[in-house]
């Protein structure tokens, strides 16, 4: 069944630095496109990014534009999100979602359980 | 971009009612490109409808959608007691990215 399984988060202080990971199973993980969405403690749904299944392409909201670079290595199933300059608007839980149907609707089948990224002095 | 509203922000209904929660689109969205996910504490968002009616994989066919152009309905026929939930509208245009509404909660009269 497919799994994606995040990993990384932590506390970090204002202008730190943060490393996401998302191992997928379960399917053929090159030919999917991904996307990472964030929320916010009580707060809803923000979509950050997403890349192309070979990841040549990337694509990233405008709050993380420039700090935050998605990346993806088909040979290990494994998605990163490396995140810089951190502010506190960036604490959420991140989840990675797996997009079907080659991108062309970018609608979420399978999510991960997400991963809780803290920015705080 | 498009910004979603979502009404009621809160529902209050028994076991066996039935659900009607709205999103509105800020800008006409093809129907092909809005989506509904359900949320419970704790967990990650799971789809339940794309092309704005058509049920995801394994979604009972208790939950239907409807709507096209900025209105859009996600109608629970009859709650059972694992539909309490945060839902959420979702709408993905290529020049406009992807926006989600800022949920409706169904939660137990």
């Known amino acids: 069944q497919v799994q994606l399984v995040e990993s990384g988060g932590g506390l970090v202080k204002p202008g730190g630095s943060l490393r996401l990971s998302c191992a997928a199973s379960g399917f053929t993980f090159s030919d999917y496109y991904m996307s990472w969405i964030r929320q916010a403690p009580g707060k809803g749904l923000e979509w950050v990014s997403y890349i192309s299944s070979s990841g040549s392409t990337t694509f990233y909201a405008d709050s993380v534009k420039a700090r935050f670079t998605f990346s993806r290595d088909n040979a290990k199933n494994s998605l990163y999100l490396q995140m810089n300059s951190l502010t506190a608007e960036d604490t959420a839980v991140y989840y990675c979602?797996?997009?079907?149907?080659?991108?062309?609707?970018?609608?979420?089948?399978?999510w991960g359980q997400g991963t809780l990224g803290t920015v705080s002095s | 971009e498009i910004v979603l509203t979502q009404s009621p922000g809160t529902l209050s209904l028994s076991p066996g009612e039935r659900a009607i929660l709205s999103c509105r689109a800020s800008?006409?969205?093809?129907?092909?490109?809005l989506a509904w996910y359900q949320q419970k504490p704790g967990q990650a968002p799971r789809l339940l409808i794309y092309?704005?009616?058509t049920r995801a994989t394994g979604i009972p066919d208790r939950f239907s959608g409807s709507g096209s152009g900025t209105d859009f309905t996600l109608t629970i026929s009859r709650l059972e007691p694992e539909d309490f939930a945060i839902y959420y509208c979702?709408?993905?245009?290529?020049?406009?990215?992807?926006?989600f509404g800022p949920g409706t909660k169904v939660d137990i009269k």
């Open positions: 800008q006409s969205v093809s129907s092909r490109f």
């Open positions: 979602a797996r997009v079907p149907g080659g991108g062309l609707v970018e609608i979420y089948d399978h």
């Open positions: 092309g704005a009616s």
């Open positions: 979702q709408q993905y245009g290529s020049s406009t990215g992807v926006t």
